[in-house]
């Protein structure tokens, strides 16, 4: 297979009107995307929303990454996204906006460094194409307009792969020590999941043509200082810090920030074991409804997220293995190579984890998998004169058409004429891939191709962005067959437990009696209330202005506090009051330190009845 010598595309995206217009018109269209009417999702995540809260008034909260002001619970994750929204809520004051809008511009950054990094290679139009595609994946929408951590971790993973290419150009140590530090913070915002694209920044330094063996060693050195030195900052503070002096690591049965990295957020997520401890399995879309493989990628909700590009990533990567080593241009390989092996490894991983998978996990795989993706389209039609390479480009349009057409049938109750749309569209692109280049039908199939590629994204990311979306569970698209993971206005999961799943995802809702109550305890309580599980917990904490303890942390199995714990804090008058409501599935049935204070409570106060919630009055 020959392509066009990438030495004959222009490197730079220029200063010419129409390039700077064209890409000002991209960023501002994906900031109206993900800033449209974002307050209609609340508090999206309330155990992070909860946490910048805590943190943003609170120097100790917020270095530990307290979820409650009065430092009883960490969240699951290490701090740093959680920092950017205490900031902003220290600035703007506590809103739905104040807490959303950094992941919103956090998203504008990412799409615009995929821009350039793209245009610098495969030229200004092809950029433009990577940047719209990594803007309009429904996962991408979802996330960007959304408080979870993936948001930040996307921007750093994407900043350091751009650093990587620009230092093996520019052939500058210091540039691969800059993209070390973002490494590192990518780690600081949720830990192991930065490793998927370690293996593909050190092949890129290994195999660069133009350096030799002094300055690789010198630069992996570097970014591998660089990036122990950022995390190691913050972890030896912690680890410094008596367990006594700083809220309990979340997540962790042992109160160790190692166990939460190599356990909770590391090979527990692969094994499984986090869904064992949970007995959350199901309830959270775990990877024991799924097979695992890339027939995971089939599945309804994770194929809405990315299935419209996988074909066309898969090609690209096809065209990378035949065409990398006849380059002789050696930015041009590394960028095949880092985002090539970027992509096959988020991908692997996210196939085979037997944990809890989430369908917005998939995030990790759209940087790389769009700039793939738009080479291969490029090599395809730039190498359309020869049969073999129509053959690819058909098959690859071909299967981008049945992908589209399945989520098409998936999304009709939202969509009902996309299916035929996609089936008229697809089957011209497909057939004008197969025939010999003519010039008269080049540009209408082109437009064919593009249009096929396009509009599934377009329409599923309008849909993420017209409807709210909260919890634990989130996902792009429209509704399938009626329920969406992450509708606050529809929390029943079908077949399955409604009450338990919503108090582990959603969290109960609070009431506004209970509210009032936690508003009159006396603030010299360390916690005006404690509930059952942090999404609950969360809740309460920003609805009241209070401070509220999480027991048992996320999903109720964390042993803290103890019974033994609770009844000191209790005695010393820490406590105010403890809300009962429905429980995530662990502490229902009977499982856990949560599980024992719940009936020490019940036996030791009375019950004040509010809505379908008991309130204890710890306190007189």
């Known amino acids: 297979m020959t392509t066009k010598s990438p030495s004959a595309v222009p490197r730079a995206p220029g200063l010419r009107p129409r390039t700077r217009l064209e890409t000002a018109a991209l960023l501002l269209a994906t900031a109206a995307l993900y800033l449209w009417n974002l307050s209609i999702n609340g508090w999206s995540n309330p155990y992070y929303s909860a946490a910048a809260f805590a943190e943003s008034d609170n120097f100790p909260a917020l270095l530990f ?67 719209v595609l990594m803007a309009l994946m429904p996962v991408s929408t979802a996330v960007f307009r959304f408080n979870n951590p993936d948001a930040l971790l996307t921007l750093l993973m994407t900043g350091a792969a751009a650093l990587t290419l620009a230092a ?52 992996a050195l570097a970014a591998a200082s660089a990036a122990i030195a950022t995390a190691g900052s913050w972890l030896a503070v912690v680890a410094l810090t008596p367990a006594t002096n700083r809220p309990f690591i979340g997540g962790t049965q042992n109160n160790s920030f190692l166990e939460l990295t190599l356990g909770y957020n590391g090979l527990d997520r692969l094994t499984g074991v986090d869904v064992q401890r949970a007995q959350v399995g199901y309830l959270l879309g775990s990877g024991d409804t799924m097979l695992q493989g890339p027939v995971r990628f089939l599945y309804p909700q994770m194929a809405a997220q990315i299935a419209w590009i996988l074909p066309l990533a898969c090609a690209g990567t096809i065209v990378t293995v035949m065409v990398w080593r006849r380059s002789h241009d050696h930015v041009f390989r590394a960028f095949l190579v880092l985002n090539t092996i970027w992509f096959v490894v988020s991908a692997g991983v996210v196939s ?69 749309v996609a089936l008229v569209i697809g089957s011209v692109a497909t057939a004008w891939a197969f025939l010999p280049p003519l010039p008269p039908l080049r540009r209408p199939g ?45 929390r029943t999961m079908p077949g399955k437990t409604s009450a338990g799943f919503a108090a582990a995802s959603f969290g109960n809702s609070p009431d506004p009696q209970i509210l009032q109550m936690l508003r009159m305890t006396p603030t010299a309580a360390r916690w005006q209330g404690a509930v059952i599980g942090s999404e609950s917990a969360a809740l309460y904490e920003l609805e009241s202005g209070t401070s509220v303890l999480a027991v048992g942390g996320f999903d109720g199995t964390d042993p803290f506090p103890t019974l033994d714990q609770f009844k000191a804090m209790v005695s010393r008058g820490e406590v105010g009051n403890f809300i009962a409501g429905p429980l995530p599935p662990a502490p229902s049935l009977g499982f856990g330190e949560a599980a024992k204070i719940l009936e020490w409570v019940r036996t030791a106060f009375p019950c004040t009845r509010s809505g379908t919630e008991c309130v204890y009055q710890l306190q007189p």
């Open 168 to 219: 093996l150009k520019q052939q500058r140590v210091g540039l691969l020590a800059v993209a070390g530090v973002l490494l590192g913070a990518g780690f600081l915002t949720k830990q192991l999941q930065v490793a998927v694209m370690i293996p593909a920044v050190v092949a890129a330094v290994a195999l660069a043509r133009d350096w030799s063996l002094r300055p690789k060693v010198l630069g």
């Open 65 to 131: 990454g307290a979820l409650d002001p009065g430092n009883g619970i960490s969240v699951d994750k290490p701090p740093l996204a959680v920092w950017v929204m205490s900031l902003s809520v220290k600035i703007f004051g506590l809103n739905s906006w104040s807490i959303q809008v950094p992941q919103a511009l956090m998203g504008v950054a990412t799409v615009w460094i995929v821009y350039r990094m793209a245009a610098s290679i495969l030229g200004h139009g092809w950029g433009l194409l990577a940047g």
């Open 446 to 490: 082109l437009a064919c191709t593009l249009c096929l590629v396009l509009v599934g994204p377009f329409l599923w990311s309008g849909a993420t962005a017209a409807v709210p979306h909260a919890g634990a569970g989130l996902a792009g698209g429209p509704a399938i067959a009626g329920y969406r993971s992450d509708d606050p206005n529809n």
């Open 352 to 420: 085979m984890m037997s944990g809890i998978v989430h369908p917005y996990y998939v995030l990790a795989m759209v940087p790389p998998g769009v700039c793939v993706a738009v080479f291969g389209l490029k090599a395809l039609i730039d190498g359309h004169a020869q049969r073999s390479v129509r053959l690819l480009l058909g098959a690859t349009t071909a299967t981008t058409l049945i992908a589209t057409y399945v989520n098409a049938l998936r999304g009709t109750d939202t969509f009902p004429w996309f299916p035929t």
